[in-house]
């Protein structure tokens, strides 16, 4: 056993993306996360075999029909000896099942609940259906991605699932927790994707009420407006990222580009960012992505080459730190963050269905009577 969690019991009800996804980093840092899946054919999404099913690492899983009340109380047994519940269904389904919040803590008043929606336990849209694309259209942050005159682009499902979701409740379960060091009580975690996500974009609403963010797509700092903030195609096809915002990061970028300052307009002047930007294209497509990674990488450009999955692994940066590793030959980010005395760690590949599940029933100290199904 390690990580700083280690020895924490966490119940993670049948879920697809945030929720498993914050499992996983509950079980990353050594918490004992069983993954409660049900029983027979269900369709979770995409098909996947389970040793590529990287958001149930570390994890043991209890395959169970949920609709037996034999299974609801076996569960209800478990949540007497757990820390945590994470679940991610509608509003009002645990309720249903019978393992809703009031049920699970009247058997363990000190469980943390924590509950995973797309639009949140109440208001006019809580029981509709969505996926992260939804969610951050409402919050503002979809319509701000994307370059100008073009349309929003989704930036995978990073910004509302994992983003506005899984880290907003792993923050909350742990915050739950510390709390629960001075109460001695559990607590209901309601964890909305799009309260998330609208969290995120904090700092864009302050810049608009400041008049320095306009609502126009691609026409700022960080959202692909600015030349200096881009990414760039290079001889070979490649693509790289730069990031020169500082004065003295600028002017670096522009001597290296082998640019005059005197030909070229001032780095804020919006006005003639059009022309700027073709000078800054122009050049990056004199060379290869390699060559222009020999020239900048190291300086003070903030300059990246844009890496493919295949590629990312094998960057020296991310080698030397190890940032990627692959066990059973699975290519797989290693946990994180990092700790100096508790390092969080790997310790079970993903499990397949049902697979860990009746040793950690008695591990957690149920007892057979409750797991027998009679």
């Not at 990488?297 to 590629?311: K, Q, R, T």
Request: charged content about 20%; aromatic content about 6%.
């Amino acid at each position: 056993m390690s990580g700083p969690l280690s020895g924490l019991k966490v119940i993670e009800m049948p879920a697809i993306g945030p929720v498993p996804f914050c499992g996983m980093l509950l079980a990353d840092l050594g918490a004992d996360v069983l993954r409660i899946d049900r029983e027979g054919d269900v369709d979770l999404g995409l098909p996947i075999e389970p040793k590529y099913e990287l958001l149930g690492r570390g994890k043991r899983s209890l395959a169970l029909d949920l609709k037996n009340p034999q299974a609801i109380a076996l569960v209800l047994d478990l949540i007497a000896k757990a820390d945590v519940l994470i679940e991610g269904f509608r509003p009002g389904v645990m309720e249903r099942l019978g393992l809703g919040p009031d049920v699970a803590q009247a058997k363990n008043p000190k469980l943390v609940y924590g509950r995973m929606t797309g639009w949140g336990q109440d208001g006019p849209m809580a029981m509709a259906a969505g996926h992260d694309i939804n969610y951050i259209a409402l919050t503002g942050a979809l319509h701000a991605m994307g370059h100008k005159d073009g349309r929003p682009v989704p930036p995978l499902n990073l910004v509302g699932d994992f983003g506005g979701g899984s880290l907003y409740l792993a923050m909350g379960v742990l915050a739950a927790l510390f709390e629960r060091q001075q109460s001695g009580k559990g607590q209901v975690i309601d964890a909305a994707m799009v309260d998330g996500a609208a969290s995120l974009m904090t700092m864009f609403y302050g810049m608009k009420g400041a008049g320095l963010w306009s609502d126009t797509r691609g026409a700022n700092m960080l959202d692909s407006g600015a030349p200096w903030y881009d990414t760039y195609e290079c001889a070979d096809g490649g693509f790289v990222a730069i990031g020169s915002i500082e004065g003295k990061f600028y002017a670096e970028l522009i001597e290296k580009l082998g640019l005059d300052t005197a030909t070229l307009p001032k780095q804020h002047d919006r006005k003639r960012w059009p022309s700027l930007r073709a000078a800054i294209a122009a050049s990056f497509k004199t060379r290869t992505r390699q060559e222009w990674c020999a020239i900048m990488e190291g300086s003070d450009i903030c300059f990246a080459p844009v890496l493919g999955l295949d590629e990312a692994p094998g960057h020296g940066h991310m080698a030397a730190r190890e940032t990627f590793v692959a066990p059973d030959g699975v290519t797989q980010p290693a946990p994180a963050p990092r700790f100096s005395r508790t390092p969080g760690a790997i310790r079970r590949k993903p499990p397949a269905r049902g697979e860990g599940g009746e040793a950690a029933v008695t591990e957690w100290g149920v007892t057979k009577k409750a797991t027998a199904a009679e």
